[in-house]
């Protein structure tokens, strides 16, 4: 059985004003490749054009925040998720 491994502790903390603008960025849903190689001011207008992008999307309405689930919802799906363990301990198998 492959294992996972999480990380333990605080999230990566922003030292360094590269640092905070990377972070700030994953903030808004936008992964920079080779971020840690490009130019300073190039992160900066990368931001800057990124947050205007947000705030213009936020201004029209087309941030809607993410559907939230019943309590029945959640409660069958846990209860799925719950037999479906029961059963691998048992070592029955489960099709879906």
């Given at each position: 059985m492959p294992r996972i491994w999480l990380?333990?502790?605080k999230p990566h903390q922003a030292v360094t004003?590269?640092?905070q603008i990377v972070l700030r960025l994953r903030?808004?849903?936008?992964h920079v490749?080779?971020?840690?190689?490009q130019d300073i001011s190039q992160l900066r207008e990368i931001l800057c054009w990124q947050e205007e992008?947000?705030?213009k999307a936020a201004k029209a309405g087309l941030v809607t925040a993410p559907p939230r689930f019943s309590r029945e919802q959640v409660r069958l799906?846990?209860?799925d998720a719950l037999d479906f363990n029961k059963?691998?301990?048992e070592g029955r198998r489960r099709l879906y």
């Open positions: 990380p333990i502790g004003e590269r640092d903030e808004l849903g936008v490749p080779a971020a840690q190689e992008k947000a705030a799906a846990l209860k059963a691998r301990r």
